[in-house]
C-alpha cells in the first residue's frame, strides 16, 4: 500500500535550461535502459526504455511526466523536466519490486523551447515525488538522439488476460472472465444502506502480478436485476501506471448514481430500493467497450 513515502535512492538532479549537465556520481539504485531506436519529432515524441531496480525494497510513488534531460554536443541542456507539471489529465504511478524490470515510458520535454533539428543526447530522471516534497530519480543515459527525423512515439504494454465488457444502460451483466490474475481491493467497503442522493465514492489497490504499461481508470457499476441501471460519470481523468510484478497501483473511484431512466441534461438519482454494485478497474484502449484489468465481486446495495 502506498503511504506517500520514499526510500532514498537516488541523488534528484534537475538541471535547468543552459546547464552543463551530467549525471550525478551516486549511482541511482533504479536503472534506466534502452534509448530511442529511431529518430524523434522536436516535441510530443517519446520512447519506451526499461527500468531494473537494484534496490532492497519496493519503489512505488507519483513521477512528473517530463522525464527526459536533452544536451547539446557541449553538454548543454536544451530540455528538462518541468517539476512543476504532473500532468493535466490525472497522475502518473510507478511501482518497481525489488530485482525486477519493467517498461517505462519517456517523453521529449519541451521546458526549453523546441530544440533545432540535429544530433543530441538524452537522459532519462524520471522523478518520484513524495507527499514532504522529496524528490528521487531513476537515472538513465547518455543515448544518442536524432531530432526532427522521425515521429516515434511510446507505446502502451497491454496486460495479458484483459476481457471486454458492456458497461452501458440497459446491458446484462455477465462477469468476464479475466486472465490478468490481476486483484482489485476496496480500502473500505461500500456503505449500504444509504441515500439515493448519495455518491459512491472510494479508493482502491490495484494488485498486479505482471508488469504494465497502462492509462487505468475504475467504474462504479450499480445493477438490479443482473442489468445496468446507472449512468457511468463523463470524465477523462486517469491514472497512468507503469509497474512491475508484484506491486500494486492506488485507484479512486466515484459513481453519481444517476439514473439511466432519467432525463441526460437533467439528470436524477436512482429510485430508493435494492441493488447490486460493483467497481471495475478498466484499461483506456479507445474502443468503445471497457477493456477490463479486474473486477469486484457485485455486493448488495440499500439505497433509501
Known sequence: MYDGTLPDFSDAVIPECGDIFALPDRTSALVVEGGPSEGLPASG????????????????????????????GEGRVVGTIDTDFMGAEGPSYVGIAPGESMPVPLNMPSSCGEPANGSYQAYAMVTFVADDGTLEQAQGGPWPIEVGSGESHPG???????????????????????????????????????AATDNID????????????????????????????STLPGGDVYTSAAV???????????????SCSSDPTDPAPLPAGAYQVAVVAAAITGSETVTALAVTEATELVLR
Open 45 to 72: 515524441g517519446g520512447w519506451n526504455a526499461t527500468v531494473t531496480s537494484s534496490a532492497d525494497q519496493l519503489v512505488q510513488g507519483y513521477v512528473t511526466y517530463e522525464d527526459v534531460v536533452v544536451v547539446d
Open 156 to 194: 502502451d504494454n497491454p496486460p495479458v488476460g484483459t476481457a471486454e465488457m458492456d458497461l452501458a444502460c440497459g446491458a446484462p451483466w455477465d462477469m468476464p472472465e479475466l486472465g490478468t490474475d490481476m486483484s482489485l481491493e476496496l480500502i473500505d467497503p461500500i456503505r449500504t444502506p444509504r
Open 202 to 229: 472510494g479508493d482502491a489497490t490495484l494488485q498486479t502480478p505482471q508488469p504494465m504499461n497502462e492509462q487505468l481508470w475504475t467504474a462504479v457499476v450499480v445493477l438490479q436485476d443482473g442489468v445496468v441501471v
Open 244 to 258: 512491475s510484478p508484484g506491486t500494486s497501483v492506488p485507484l479512486q473511484f466515484i459513481s453519481d448514481m444517476h
